[in-house]
């Protein structure tokens, strides 16, 4: 009721002066839906916001950490950073050319390839760079090519897309589970040891979360988790339910435990009632975070499309039922603040 009340500003039409307030502020309220960046008038803003870069939600602990797991941890971000693609592509044609007895043999070609490819991509960057045109590289290729500080950052908590992650220790303290990954990944595939020809197919991996890193590269840094996952052969399965089930005691990829953070999707474990053995899988959704598939509208079409909203909102203004007031009038509302007064004549029973 008070703030109806503070909708009144002519004593003499009180009903008037709310309904004009209440519909002029639902109309804003339904424009602003369709704005970018603003933030609606007298709701607080919430803490945790979609950040895709990420933010600590603990203290951050500087950890020296073993070699082997640097190299691991820079691997994989080398093979998931766009601006690599070309060199990846590059290498492996190169292996294919130097060992003409292998270059039908994916597999081995794959193998050779993630031995090398640091130091290769080290030195190729080196080359490139000692070239008039050199000056022209990206500056992220630079600091790339060499490995990150062995210091790493590490976190009990992290917040990106969306998404409040936990490590598996800390969530051990808490009646919430935050530690829960799955990854979508393009997988090479092989029937057999024997295989010479896999192909390569999208493979959905659950794990959990043991740690997570801020790996230094001096201009910038990279949050990454450590995990540990669960055998994708054996491990887990799809009940005659639908649900997906995984199993703890399969754990599997001990030599490729690291993904950017960006790119995990959190799950919750629960366990199955009929077997403790297995946990059923859930998904989650996270909260104030819109797909990239759903935001390739401009901010040019997207002023131009609230304006026409607001618009086709004010052409139709007059469509809106009339409200009848008591003393026998009928009062239309008019956007500009300005009142027609008719009469209505009464029908006779």
């Known amino acids: 009721m008070k703030i109806l009340k503070g909708y009144v500003r002519n004593r003499y039409r009180p009903k008037t002066c709310i309904i004009e307030s209440y519909v002029t502020e639902e109309i804003m309220e339904y424009c602003t839906e369709y704005l970018h960046d603003v ?59 130097e060992n003409p007895l292998h270059s039908r043999d994916e597999v081995w070609i794959q193998n050779k390839h993630i031995k090398e490819f640091i130091k290769w991509f080290k030195n190729h960057i080196f080359t490139l760079l000692q070239r008039p045109d050199g000056v022209m590289l990206d500056k992220s290729l630079k600091y790339l090519s060499f490995l990150p500080n062995r210091c790493v950052l590490q976190y009990d908590g992290y917040y990106i897309s969306g998404y409040q992650f936990s490590t598996k220790n800390y969530d051990n303290k808490r009646a919430a589970q935050n530690s829960g990954v799955s990854l979508v990944a393009q997988t090479m595939q092989i029937s ?52 997906t089930l995984v199993n703890f005691n399969r754990i599997g990829h001990k030599d490729d435990c690291f993904i950017l ?59 809106i039922p009339n409200y009848h007031i008591e003393d ?18 009464k029908l006779k029973n």
């Open 261 to 319: 953070a960006n790119k995990a999707k959190q799950v919750f474990y629960v366990q199955d009632p009929s077997n403790s053995q297995w946990s059923v899988v859930l998904t989650y959704n996270p909260r104030f975070f819109m797909e990239e598939h759903d935001n390739n509208i401009t901010s040019q079409e997207m002023f131009v499309f609230t304006r026409s909203i607001c618009k086709n909102v004010y052409d139709n203004f007059d469509d």
């Open 328 to 345: 026998g009038g009928e009062i239309e509302l008019d956007i500009t603040g300005k009142r027609k007064n008719k009469k209505r004549k």
């Open 39 to 97: 933030n609606p008038i007298g709701i607080p803003i919430g803490h945790n916001l979609p950040d895709k870069f990420g933010k600590g939600l603990s203290t951050c602990k500087p950890q020296i950490v073993d070699l082997n797991l640097l190299n691991q941890a820079h691997l994989y971000v080398l093979h998931n950073t766009a601006i690599i693609d070309p060199y990846i592509e590059k290498h492996m044609e190169q292996l294919r050319i």
């Open 192 to 243: 057999s040891a024997k295989d010479k020809n896999p192909h390569t197919g999208d493979l959905c991996y659950y794990g959990v979360i043991e740690e997570i890193w801020e790996i230094d590269y001096n201009d910038f840094r990279l949050p990454i988790f450590k995990c540990t996952w669960i055998d994708s052969n054996g491990g887990s399965k799809i009940d005659e339910n639908g649900f």
